[in-house]
């Protein structure tokens, strides 16, 4: 990897894409974000995400130079096509089709597409992306197969190389707390759990030692687990 090219995140404000805006803010010389608003029954994630950048910034000198410019992309129509549990009031849980009723067919794809004509207009090479094919594998286009895919398709597509670098795609939620310390230390952690933002249904007034959220969500339990897990290992 080459220090002097620029990435572009796909940040949500959730934990795992800020460990991976961290991650790249470690690694490249300019580091932009780009999150979407497809109409998210709780807009709380995209309300966290400035905080987010602001507190990443505030760690260090470096990383503060190298955080350019966030991009919000307005995607309704995604929210128009969808009938699931994050954009309408529906339970979460298990449909017949064996999918967490919170997935959103294909929303990565739309999401991978859109990030593509940025990173094309912007002039950069690397996307840096949360998907992890560990615990959510419920998730068919979190799966490393579709996002090496995705990679060939906006290379092909666009006629210039991207990569699409996916740090967290191999490892549990554990180990993702792991990396968070080994990228920052105990500020980063701090800033994971008490900014980022994943329960599924919105909560912000639980907090808990692992964060803020209903506690009860398969995000939240995920997120509870993978903290309980971390923290017993170190
Ligand atoms: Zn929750």
Known sequence: MNL????????????????????????????????FDYGQRHAVELTVRPRIRERLAQLSPQWRERLGDD????????????????????AIGISASGLPTTFVPGRNLVFFAFAGAVAYRRGTRHLVAGMCETDCSGYPDC?????????????LGMDRRLVIHTPLM????????ALAQDIGGAPLVDVLLAETHTCYLGDREHRHDWGFGCGECPACRLRAEGFAKWKKAA
Not at 143 to 155: E, G, N, P, V, W
Not at 170 to 177: E, L, R, S
């Open 143 to 155: 799966r490393d197969d579709t996002i090496k895919a995705m990679q060939l398709a906006l290379s």
């Open 71 to 90: 991009h919000v992309v307005k995607i309704d129509a995604l929210a128009a096509i969808s009938d699931t549990a994050l954009t309408r009031e529906i």
């Open 170 to 177: 191999w490892i549990d939620k554990a180990a993702t707390f």
């Open 4 to 35: 002097s090219d620029n990435a572009l995140v796909l940040f949500s404000g959730g934990q795992d894409s800020t460990v991976c805006l961290a991650w790249a803010l470690q690694r490249f010389a300019r580091v932009e974000t780009v999150g």
